[in-house]
């Protein structure tokens, strides 16, 4: 499974960036999908999850300013960040679970919230 992210960049405080990320490959089936991050001097860390079936998982920090969506059929995910602050600055990384136990991560995209 490879992963391939794209839509970071640099944005306003306030202001609002969409990432999307696409899974290619043959032969498996992703059963959930997400977006991790990891900040200048820190570790990576959990944003968001999406399952197959739809069900959404936020971090605190980010509920009510991203949203998380799927697309099955096409296997791709996407992020919607709205309402950005300089803390949400990071390297953001797509993440999928392929089965029970294969997690995959894709090179990331950096989002930079700065005035």
């Known amino acids: 499974v490879q992963l391939q992210a794209s839509g970071g960049g640099l944005v306003q405080p306030g202001g609002s960036i969409r990432l999307s990320c696409v899974a290619s490959g043959s032969g498996f089936t992703i059963n959930a999908m997400g977006w991790y991050r990891q900040a200048p001097g820190k570790q990576r860390s959990l944003v968001a999850t999406?399952?197959?079936?739809?069900?959404?998982n936020y971090i605190d920090s980010v509920k009510d300013r991203f949203t998380i969506s799927r697309d099955n059929a096409k296997s791709t995910v996407a992020l919607q960040m709205n309402s950005l602050k300089p803390e949400d600055t990071a390297v953001y990384s797509c993440?999928?679970?392929?089965?029970?136990?294969?997690?995959?991560w894709g090179r990331g995209t950096q989002v930079t919230v700065s005035s």
């Open positions: 999406i399952t197959s079936g739809g069900s959404t």
């Open positions: 993440w999928a679970l392929v089965g029970l136990t294969y997690n995959y």
